[in-house]
């Protein structure tokens, strides 16, 4: 009974990494501080595999990659406003590294983005203007992060009532079952 909500939450997250409009294609991800504060920030989707495997893309010199080191468990938020759904997901991140998918990964970026990730400074370094960064010309801090989820939290509000579905990863299979939103 609750196969169409998963259906409608995985077709969601294919959406959101192959459409630049589709309010999936941002989300926020929850990590843990090396402090163990909680640490947020808004990140693009890259891609989904059929198994859900999300994946996102970032600078290796960025606090979330030590984060992730030291502390793989993470969480993912989704929000579409005009469906009115929320996912939040958890799981383990992996950093990917393997080479030869990173520069599969690296070569499809676009020139433009590819700055993102080559800059001489370190993401959150100081600087006096936004206008005095600079960029490296033959090197880069390329890294990708695949988020393996093994919980899953859908939410969809209604005018009259709301629909609340949690799903669980048993034995490489989604189990789902209907709570109080």
Request: aromatic share 10%.
């Amino acid at each position: 009974m609750t196969t169409p909500f998963f259906k409608e939450l995985c077709e969601e997250l294919k959406l959101g990494a192959i459409e630049k409009g589709h309010p999936f294609r941002y989300f926020v991800l929850g990590t843990l501080g090396l402090d163990n504060s909680i640490g947020q920030r808004m990140l693009v989707l890259r891609q989904v595999s059929p198994e859900l495997r999300l994946t996102f893309y970032t600078d290796n010199r960025s606090p979330k990659i030590a984060q992730l080191q030291n502390n793989n468990t993470v969480s993912g938020l989704f929000y579409n406003p005009t469906k009115m759904t929320q996912l939040r997901i958890e799981g383990k991140a992996i950093i990917e590294t393997n080479k030869e998918v990173l520069k599969a990964h690296w070569d499809n970026v676009p020139v433009k983005g590819q700055k993102e990730y080559n800059a001489i400074k370190s993401p959150g370094d100081s600087i006096n203007n936004h206008n005095e960064i600079e960029y490296l010309s033959k090197k880069n801090h390329f890294s990708m992060v695949h988020i393996l989820p093994d919980k899953m939290d859908f939410l969809k509000l209604g005018n009259h009532y709301h629909t609340r579905v949690q799903f669980s990863l048993v034995d490489n299979e989604w189990k789902g079952k209907f709570s109080v939103p």
